[in-house]
């Protein structure tokens, strides 16, 4: 796969074009300031650095921290916890949601698609390719603003002064979909089948129509119930085009971590990826900076732990301000000793049952408690036992569990971490004040962390760093849950066991019903997919078709995993014992509320309904 060079330096192309209209004389009085429009639209190259330059609006699906910690996936403070609590918490207010005021970027995009159709430099074949482009990026800009709130103000021509511009946003979330996957479908046709990174092909575009797909399945019918037939055409495209996807020689990546640091940036399973280099790019400017601690020696001996780092300096010194809560770990399988060809929950196994003592009582001279705090669950390694509670969360797990956790005792950036009580990266130091930076869950990402960051992780240290926004694993899932919602059981198992077996390294799943295939698909789909800016978005579509994607409850119900309360696990020294706790951690993180009334949307910003009344109506509840 050839890298986008050409995107990475579109700024550097404006600035020669900026120069070489200066050559004209220094008498010529036009503004040398901007680029003529003729020049911009002359030829295909020019053209195309218009074009580069609106790719930013697809960092509104890069991996990272995005949408993860509205839910418990990851557990947030500061910042990341602010950006999150008014959603969570449900305190979100109608003038507060944003996202609705996409014009800018559809103006981009409507100018690529009407100046290179009108241009006289350009030629038909490549007209063809470059309005295609346009209208993948004016889908995937409306697409962003249809997930928050259904509708859009759509827009399919360069609006001028004399032009209305009192437009209406569409009547209902599926006028808006039609017209995303109209454009989607335009892509798909005519753009290229070759794979430049950083840069839409016919399989970037096939492979977003089939969650746009699903997405606009779950809210036909809205606010009334979803009705989701086997038979809807929306199901067969999702198929269709998850098959153009498969016809474009991507293959699903054998180790799973290394599509997501500097490993395999460029992994054949990469459909579509946001490329940044070191010579613009620091660690301040990349989700590592809030992924990674603050800790030194000196804190360690604060906190009694143990080991010390070897590096005599400050090694990691960022600002982590999120980390993979247990409610996300206990989604990690371990394979079973006395039954390989099952996996199950990590407490569920039979190494657990016959090593764990859960009605054990702990003293706090082992582990201890914080105010606000409760314990759930907890237990203690049985006498004469082998196991530790390291042996049992990590031998046979899920392989994704190591590539993108950082947990108790992990080998990392040649340092061992250690996150049980007096460890060198445990939570007590933050509880204590022997350090802020760390994390709140004794738990730390390692997806989408580069582990050749030079000299040290500090904000101005320069890096390489790109984004996952699409890839063969996301589509193979797409799939799946297509197959499901047409009852198709065999093909929905088969899809999902692509990423399970492949990525997970785990045995296959052997549902039996729909219902227990659902409960696999949502598990794996939430593993496999963490920090990709889905969980979110798939909770609300699962919840919006109900039945047995929602644990049986009717469309449009509560969604439980957005009101579960987030738990962190506590090992002791030791590692003999555990216990689970719930509390606050971080201000209100303990309060999750789903109004199922107005939740399924976020409003359309109200000053905006209040300046022009054709935005309205507001959506329900809000």
């Known amino acids: 796969m050839k890298i986008n060079i050409k995107l990475m330096v579109s700024l550097a192309i404006t600035g020669t074009l900026f120069f070489s209209a200066c050559k004209k004389g220094v008498l010529d009085t036009e503004p040398f300031n901007k680029i003529p429009e003729e020049t911009v639209w002359n030829n295909k190259a020019n053209a195309e650095t218009f074009i580069f330059s609106t790719y930013g609006l697809v960092g509104d699906y890069a991996s990272g921290a995005q949408t993860d910690p509205y839910t418990l996936n990851s557990l947030g403070f500061d910042d990341i916890y602010g950006g999150a609590a008014t959603v969570f918490n449900e305190r979100m207010e109608r003038n507060t949601a944003g996202n609705f005021n996409n014009w800018s970027t559809i103006r981009r995009c409507n100018q690529i698609i009407t100046q290179v159709a009108a241009s006289s430099g350009i030629s038909e074949d490549d007209k063809k390719a470059l309005i295609a482009e346009g209208k993948f990026l004016r889908a995937l800009s409306y697409y962003s603003v249809a997930r928050r709130t259904g509708r859009i103000v759509w827009i399919d021509k360069v609006l001028t002064p004399e032009d209305n511009l009192l437009l209406p946003a569409t009547a209902n979330p599926s006028e808006s979909y039609q017209l995303i996957i109209k454009d989607l479908e335009d892509a798909v046709a005519a753009l290229p089948t070759t794979k430049v990174a950083g840069r839409a092909n016919k399989y970037t575009a096939a492979a977003f129509l089939t969650e746009v797909c699903l997405a606009a399945l779950a809210y036909e019918n809205y606010p009334a119930a979803a009705n989701v037939s086997p038979s809807n055409p929306l199901l067969d495209k999702v198929i269709a085009n998850g098959q153009i996807v498969i016809s474009g020689g991507y293959a699903l990546e054998n180790n799973y971590g290394a599509m997501f640091n500097s490993e395999n940036p460029l992994s054949s399973e990469t459909i579509f990826g946001i490329y940044r280099k070191s010579t613009n790019t620091s660690l301040s400017g990349t989700p590592m900076q809030l992924m990674i601690p603050n800790m030194n020696n000196d804190r360690v001996k604060q906190n009694q732990g143990s080991p010390l780092f070897v590096a ?311």
Request: proline share 5%; glycine share 8%; net charge positive.
């Open 312 to 622: 005599t300096n400050t090694v990691f010194e960022a600002w982590v301000q999120h980390g993979p809560t247990q409610n996300l770990a206990d989604d990690y399988l371990v394979i079973d000793q006395a039954n390989p060809t099952k996996a199950l929950p990590w407490n569920q196994t039979s190494q657990y049952l016959a090593a764990v003592d859960e009605t054990a009582v702990i003293p706090t001279t082992m582990i201890r408690k914080a105010g606000g705090e409760s314990s759930v669950k907890s237990g203690m390694i049985r006498p004469g036992s082998t196991e530790t509670i390291w042996t049992l969360t990590n031998r046979g797990r899920d392989a994704r569990w190591a590539a993108s956790i950082i947990s108790d005792s992990t080998k990392f950036y040649g340092e061992t971490i250690t996150t049980g009580l007096r460890g060198n990266a445990d939570r007590w130091i933050k509880i204590d004040g022997t350090g802020y930076y760390l994390s709140l869950t004794n738990l730390y990402w390692r997806k989408g962390v580069y582990e050749n960051v030079s000299p040290r992780y500090i904000s101005s240290s320069p890096t390489d760093y790109h984004y996952v926004v699409s890839r063969l694993g996301r589509v193979y899932l797409n799939m799946a849950e297509a197959y499901l919602l047409k009852g198709d059981l065999a093909n929905a198992v088969s899809n999902f066991n692509k990423t399970r077996v492949t990525h997970g390294k785990l045995p296959a799943s052997t549902a039996v019903s729909i219902a227990e295939a659902w409960t696999d698909y949502k598990r794996e789909r939430r593993i496999d997919l963490v920090l990709e800016n889905d969980y979110y978005w798939s909770l609300l579509r699962w919840g919006r078709y109900g039945g047995d994607a929602n644990y049986g409850k009717p469309s449009g119900d509560k969604i439980p995993e957005l009101e579960q309360l987030p738990s962190v696990m506590d090992i002791s020294k030791d590692r003999k014992a555990f216990s689970i706790v719930q509390g606050p951690f971080f201000s209100s993180n303990n309060i999750r509320v789903f109004d199922k009334s107005r939740r399924y949307l976020f409003p359309i910003t109200q000053g905006l309904i209040d300046q022009n009344p054709k935005f309205g109506p507001q959506n329900p509840g809000w």
